[in-house]
Every structure is written in structure tokens, then in C-alpha cells.
């Protein structure tokens, strides 16, 4: 169906056979299950990355009123609401420090098993098996990388806001910048498969830029989700508003590295191999798809009448 609709595209610009080779090729690795896993994994490495941003934000409130800088950023109005926040506050400085050593530990556990499935999931797009024990040395280094990455981010950005108000969309810039460099790390670093960085701009070009539209969507979003919550509907909207964020992220990964893969093959072509599936009774397989599932079959009689024949 798809392909019809897109017949008249396709036919006049490459752009388009691209894209829709990418959405082929996509539900052919089974990318949706692909990014559902870099979801999850996601979302489980929020909680101890919400045990260090406690810890930080307890020791960063002994010097500063954080909670009237939250409650007035976020436009929150609620009384109940407004002493929650500042509660929270009050317990996070009582308990930096446990929450802080506990919190980095269960982030490099977490963390690990993130890129574990970011790995995993590049892997799969690419049709390529995983290091083994050396995926986790290489995911430790990708972690201290980005660790390196932010830091250097975080600097520039505190210096951008000191530059007057004419050069503020240098800070865009260098967000973008940040981004483009930090996809092509990750889709040069994690995959077990050595092509050269130019072959991976695509989808850097890609993530960066889905990355930018997320940035900007939770930045609009979330804060009035925040501000309108109240008791339990509005933790639970809270929740979901992360998941969905989180699954549109998962989706984004993987058709970036999708689209780079498509376009290597449309540059340097492909090669067949033979695969084994299991011998059912009644059926042979006769085609299978990238992932390795069987996906045109025919009866054994027929293949044997068809063999006779020739």
C-alpha cells in the first residue's frame, strides 16, 4: 500500500526511494521491538539518575534557593504542589550524600544495560554479531566519553549566557554541533561493524536534528504537565509523558542507524549467504528476511515435483 502511494515519488526523486527503502528495511529488522528494548532500558536508568540528580541537587541547595528558581521556571501555581517541591528539596539536602554513592552505582549498572541494548539493537540493524565481554569494556569507554562530552557542553553553554543577548543563537549552533558529534561517537563507537565516519552522517544528520524536535517538544510539554499535576493523575502523567518521550528516542536510534545501513548498501551493494532455519514437516523455506525469519515457504511436494522437472 505504502509503496504505491509513494509509486509517483519514488519514481522522480532518490530521496524518496531512500526513505522508503528505510521503512522497509525497518520493519524487516524488527526495529520496533528493537527500540522498545532501548526504551525500557531507558526508562529503568531514570531512577538512579534521579538518585544522583538528588544527591547534586541537595548539595547545590545549601548555597542556593533552588526550590523558588524550580517553582518559578516551571510557572508551578498549586499551594500543594509548591510545598511538595519544597519538601523534596528540604529531604534531598538530609540525604545527599547516601543518594549520590548509592545513585552512581545503580548508574553504571543501569547505564551498562542501556548501551547494552543500544548496542544490540545497532548490531541487529547491521547484521552483525556483538564482541562478546568486549562490548562492555567498549560500553564503559562510550560512557566515560559522553560523561566527557556533557561536561565540556555544560561548560559552553554556562559561557554562552554570558554573551550578550545578540549572539544567542550561537547557543543553538553549539547545540546542534554537540548533538551531530555525539550520534556520530555513538554509531561509530558501539556497532561491531568499521565503516568510516563520513558513511555515518546520515543518520547523525538524522538523530541530531529528531533529537532537537524531542529537546524542544519536552521542553514545552513537560513543564505544564508539571505545573497542572495533582496526587496520583498527575504522577502517572508525568510517567507516561517520559515513556512516550523515551519511545519516539528508541525509534529514533534505530531508523538512524537503518538509514545509514540503506544507504551503504545502495553505495557498496550487498552480499547473500546461506542461513539455517529449523526443518518443519510439510514446508521448505525458500526466502527469509534480514532478520532471519522464514518468510516465503513452499510444501515439500512441490519442491520435489519442481526438482523432478528440471
Not at 526495529?31 to 522498545?36: E, M, P, R, V
Not at 510557572?75 to 500543594?80: L, N, Q, V, W
Not at 562510550?142 to 557542553?153: H, P, Q, T, V
Not at 545502495?266 to 528476511?289: M, R, W, Y
Request: charged share 15%.
Amino acid at each position: 500500500m505504502l509503496e504505491r502511494l509513494l509509486a509517483p515519488l519514488t519514481r522522480r526523486f532518490a530521496w524518496a526511494r531512500t526513505a522508503l527503502k528505510v521503512q522497509g528495511r525497518f520493519g524487516e529488522v524488527n526495529g520496533g521491538y528493537l527500540a522498545s528494548a532501548v526504551t525500557l532500558n531507558a526508562f529503568l536508568s531514570l531512577f538512579p539518575l534521579m538518585l544522583v540528580a538528588i544527591g547534586v541537587l541537595g548539595f547545590f541547595s545549601l548555597h542556593h534557593n533552588v526550590a523558588a528558581d524550580l517553582i518559578s521556571n516551571l510557572g508551578i501555581k498549586d499551594p500543594a504542589l509548591t510545598k511538595q517541591l519544597t519538601d523534596t528539596i528540604a529531604k534531598a539536602q538530609q540525604s545527599r550524600k547516601t543518594a549520590t554513592v548509592i545513585g552512581l552505582f545503580g548508574l553504571l549498572w543501569s547505564g551498562l544495560g542501556l548501551v547494552a541494548s543500544i548496542q544490540y539493537a545497532l548490531d541487529s540493524v547491521w547484521q552483525v554479531r556483538g564482541r562478546g565481554i568486549k562490548d562492555k569494556l567498549v560500553a564503559l569507554a562510550w560512557l566515560a566519553g559522553c560523561a566527557i562530552l556533557f561536561a565540556l557542553s555544560l561548560g559552553g553553554t554556562t559561557l554562552l549566557n554570558f554573551l550578550p543577548g545578540v549572539l544567542a543563537p550561537l547557543a543553538i549552533v553549539v547545540s546542534l554541533a554537540f548533538d551531530l558529534f555525539l550520534w556520530l561517537f555513538t554509531l561509530y563507537v558501539l556497532p561491531h561493524r568499521k565503516v568510516p565516519w563520513k558513511a555515518l552522517l546520515p543518520g547523525a544528520i538524522l538523530g541530531s536534528a529528531g533529537l532537537e524536535i524531542l529537546k524542544l517538544l519536552g521542553g514545552i510539554y513537560v513543564p505544564r504537565l508539571v505545573s497542572s499535576s495533582s496526587g496520583l493523575y498527575g504522577s502517572i502523567g508525568t510517567v507516561f509523558a517520559l515513556l512516550a518521550w523515551l519511545f519516539f528516542f528508541g525509534r529514533l536510534l534505530v531508523y538512524a542507524s537503518v538509514l545509514n545501513v540503506v544507504r551503504w548498501e545502495e553505495d557498496h551493494g550487498t552480499v547473500t549467504v546461506e542461513i539455517e532455519l529449523p526443518k518443519l514437516p510439510g514446508e521448505v523455506p525458500v526466502q527469509a528476511s534480514r532478520s532471519g525469519d522464514a518468510e516465503a515457504q513452499v510444501t515439500a511436494g512441490s519442491t520435489s515435483e519442481a526438482s523432478s522437472r528440471t
